[in-house]
């Protein structure tokens, strides 16, 4: 989605009408997602954008190691998952309940799950984007149907692993 800006526009702004319509392209696209973003060129060095996540989507145990991420709820709950490289559970967040914002280390294994119809998250972290590799995603959930790595992420505990 590209946000609407007149060319003397200076602001960056996401309205609430922006975060309903792109909430709206996510329940209907194949992934259940949609993202917006601030920056203007998939090459910026710092990369800035919404994503609605639709609760039937998740974002699979990946690591991006060259970059630290920062992820804040705009609407909806999130449950953010750390693993180590054994795809044990290390640390567990859930956005827009006990947490506000998370930063996620470079190289650290993680998976988000959208709670919420409608649920948008923000997501800061550095570029030029570039698609994960697939030694950046996490072998130990690649034997489970998205159904199933759905559900064992909303009910995952520190110190299970991920089968």
């Not at 054994?86 to 859930?94: H, L, S």
Request: glycine share 8%.
């Amino acid at each position: 989605m590209q946000l609407p800006r007149t060319p003397s526009s200076v602001l960056k702004a996401i309205t609430n009408n922006d975060l309903t319509a792109l909430s709206g392209q996510a329940q209907v696209s194949a992934r259940r997602r949609a993202n917006a973003n601030l920056h203007a060129e998939l090459s910026d060095p710092i990369q800035r954008l919404a994503i609605a996540m639709e609760p039937d989507t998740l974002i699979p145990p990946h690591r991006h190691p060259q970059t630290w991420e920062v992820l804040t709820s705009l609407r909806g709950r999130f449950t953010v998952l750390m693993c180590d490289d054994t795809g044990t559970v290390i640390e567990r967040a859930v956005m827009g309940e006990g947490a506000s914002v998370v930063e996620i280390p470079a190289g650290g294994w993680r998976a988000v799950l959208s709670h919420d119809t409608g649920g948008v998250i923000f997501e800061v972290k550095h570029g030029p984007y570039g698609p994960i590799g697939h030694e950046d995603v996490a072998t130990c959930s690649m034997g489970r149907s998205a159904d199933a790595r759905r559900s064992w992420c909303t009910v995952a505990q520190l110190g299970q692993r991920i089968a």
